[in-house]
């Protein structure tokens, strides 16, 4: 599902070039659950932030799917983004002037996926537990459930692949474990390949599989 190949990425700082992600190359099978860990700086959310083709690599290339993303022009990586990839961040991103339900349904409106998508949205926010919640606006969510809307919203367009920044780096550890349970069961249930950075020993543990990485390099894959 996800191909990483000799990946690079340097940045200038003043004269100097510093190299963040350092050739770094490995597969992901479909839906396996992976977790991406290291110490801050290690390079664990710019490696993240390259598979979504939200960043481009200095050189190596990544492929989602069968797709070549570090050769698409930004409109056909939005294209992908919005088909094939699903993002849950530790800071929400939901939209304040809108409800639980229309920030779930907000992807597939701008995919122009009418068919069949409130009745989506209304199953992923049951299988969340917010049904009750629904019509309430983010400010009048807790913590653990806003970030159980951007799950709801991750899942909406039945990605093959979501990548989750430290998902529960902003919630206490009754919802972390509540969160880790939704997007294990949705890995199973939705068939999606899950890539998780967290430096979360207890939600690490859970992944089939653990890219831990140090000064921008792979240093163990177990």
Known sequence: MIAVRNLVKTIRNGPR???????????VP???????????????????????????????????????????????????????LGFVFQSYHLIPTLTAFEN????????????GAIARAEHLLENVGLTERRD???VQLSGGEQQRVALARAFVMK????LA??????????NGRHVLELLMRLNREEGTTLVLVTHDEMLASHAERRIVLRDGKVVEDI
Do not use: C, W
């Open 17 to 27: 070039e510093i190299e963040i992600i350092r050739d770094i190359s490995f597969d």
């Open 30 to 84: 479909s839906r396996q659950f992976v977790a991406i860990m290291g110490p801050s700086g290690s390079g664990k959310s710019t490696l993240l932030g390259l598979i979504a083709g939200l960043d481009a690599p200095t050189s190596g290339n990544i492929t989602i799917d069968g797709v070549e993303i570090t050769s698409l022009r930004e409109d056909e990586l939005a294209q992908l983004r919005g088909k094939k």
């Open 104 to 115: 779930v349904l907000l992807p597939m409106e701008f995919n122009g996926s009418s068919n």
């Open 136 to 138: 309430h606006y983010p």
């Open 159 to 162: 990605p093959a692949v979501l």
């Open 165 to 174: 920044d430290e998902p529960t780096g902003n919630l206490d550890s009754e």
